[in-house]
């Protein structure tokens, strides 16, 4: 059965502390050609019937993600287990 993913990330111009610690722990695991790390979240959705991305999208928007320091994106992701079994 699809799911619709969303995948929730901090707006560009708003500090990640999550992803700097990262960041800055990577050259002590010998990683020294990362530029910047950012963290988000990443939601799976499954509906009953068919994939609805425009419900997705509201679920998004008035639950899932706060619009005011982060964006989020919407998408249908086949799934692997089906595919695998085949």
């Known amino acids: ?3 619709v993913v969303v995948d ?3 707006k560009p111009e708003i500090l990640d502390p999550q992803g700097q610690a990262v960041a800055n722990a990577l050259p002590r695991l010998g990683v020294g050609d990362v530029a910047s790390v950012r ?3 990443r939601i799976e959705i499954e509906f ?5 991305l425009d ?3 509201e ?3 008035k639950l899932l993600a706060n619009p005011v320091i982060e964006d989020f994106t919407v998408r249908v992701e086949a ?3 089906a595919d695998a079994n085949s």
Do not use: Q, S
Not at 48 to 52: H, K, L, R, S, V
């Open 8 to 10: 929730v990330m901090l």
């Open 1 to 3: 059965m699809p799911r």
């Open 55 to 57: 419900r997705a999208r």
């Open 79 to 81: 799934d692997e287990t």
């Open 48 to 52: 009953t019937g068919e994939p609805d």
């Open 59 to 61: 679920i998004a928007d």
């Open 39 to 41: 963290i988000g979240r």
